[in-house]
């Protein structure tokens, strides 16, 4: 069984941001890509529980935050960053 990923806007943002700022922009769209297909059937498999049904999960470049919500069969990816940068802190700074 499956899942459905859906990006939330600010992560589509972010990857944006990092996409524009990277030297490799294709590792980026094929990582984007491969956590795509594979939080689609294994969201539980990879990554690590942060808070409650938070998970997140880093392969490089890229680490995401997400949630699954087994009763919808979604995973809803929160936030995306590069890991040659690190994650940003929740103020900005």
Sequence with gaps: MTY?????ANALQELA????????????THTAN???DILEVFPYTV???TFDIVREY???PLGVEYEVNDAIRRVVVLS???TDTGRPSP???
């Design 80 to 82: 995306v960053w590069s």
């Design 34 to 36: 491969d956590i795509d």
């Design 58 to 60: 880093t392969r490089p």
């Design 17 to 28: 941001s990092v996409w524009m700022a990277a030297s490799n922009r294709n590792a980026v």
């Design 4 to 8: 459905t990923v859906n990006w939330t």
């Design 47 to 49: 990554g690590e529980s």
């Design 91 to 93: 103020t900005g700074n």
